[in-house]
Nanobody, 118 residues
């Protein structure tokens, strides 16, 4: 089970941090990541973390950071320098496999809305 929180409304240039709470097993064994889906668009990969290695889509590289906190089995997505085009529903996801090409995790959170105003 994955539970996101932290979405909201922010002005362009601002920051938000999303959280994804998971089970201990998922936290220690799975690759976890973030996807987003904007209105009228397909869901897209944002980034992922496998052990301590992180991977990001080009569109967010240098602005977004994924991290994990061991004490509370939580993954974070720190989003800085937000742009209106970052507006989307953000989903956390996890699976016990990883590929750098078309990763399709089986386990998903319910999503949290992020809206960036111009």
């Amino acid at each position: 089970q994955l539970a996101e929180s932290g979405g909201g409304l922010v002005q362009a240039g601002g920051s938000l941090r999303l959280s994804c709470a998971v089970s201990r097993r998922t936290f220690t064994s799975a690759t976890m990541g973030w996807f987003r889906q904007a209105p009228g668009k397909e869901r897209e990969f944002v980034g992922a973390i496998k052990w301590s290695s992180t991977y990001y889509a080009d569109s967010v590289k240098g602005r977004f950071t994924i991290s994990k906190e061991n004490a509370n089995n939580t993954m974070y997505l720190q989003m800085n320098s937000l742009k209106p085009e970052d507006t989307a529903v953000y989903y956390c996801a996890a699976d016990y496999y990883w590929t750098t090409t078309n990763w399709s995790p089986r386990y998903w959170g319910q999503g949290t809305q992020v809206t960036v105003s111009s």
